[in-house]
């Protein structure tokens, strides 16, 4: 049984920072990789960020240059630092993990969002 639990979402002003945090607790065979989504009103789910137990990341178009995401694997432990936020950054944002695909098939697995609103 595995539960994901983010942290750090809430109301900023266009151009303010926000940290999210998400922490899992249950039993892994192995983590392949962390990334955070965030789904928009009335768009649907994307990708935000993505980083590997051996610290590649991938980003986002649109989150380049100021979002950074970090992870601490032992800990089961990701964060995404959210710097210059814009108004279209407001969303709800799930973190995510992928197991290895071995000794079985990958799973993923998701936490139950945190809200971040950008307005002034």
């Known amino acids: 049984q595995v539960q994901l639990v983010e942290s750090g979402g809430g109301l900023v002003q266009p151009g303010g920072s926000l940290r999210l945090s998400c922490v899992a607790h249950g039993n892994f065979v192995s983590i392949n990789a962390m990334a955070w989504y965030r789904q928009a009103p009335g768009e649907q789910r994307e990708l935000v960020a993505h980083?590997?137990?051996?610290?590649?990341?991938t980003y986002a178009d649109s989150v380049k240059g100021r979002f950074i995401i970090s992870r601490n694997i032992a800990r089961y432990t990701a964060w995404l630092q959210m710097n210059s936020l814009k108004p279209e950054d407001t969303a709800v944002y799930y973190c995510?993990?992928?197991?290895?695909?071995?000794?079985?098939?990958?799973?993923?697995?998701w936490g139950p969002g945190t809200q971040v609103t950008v307005s002034s």
């Open positions: 995510n993990i992928r197991t290895d695909p071995w000794p079985v098939p990958a799973q993923d697995y």
């Open positions: 980083i590997t137990t051996n610290g590649n990341t």
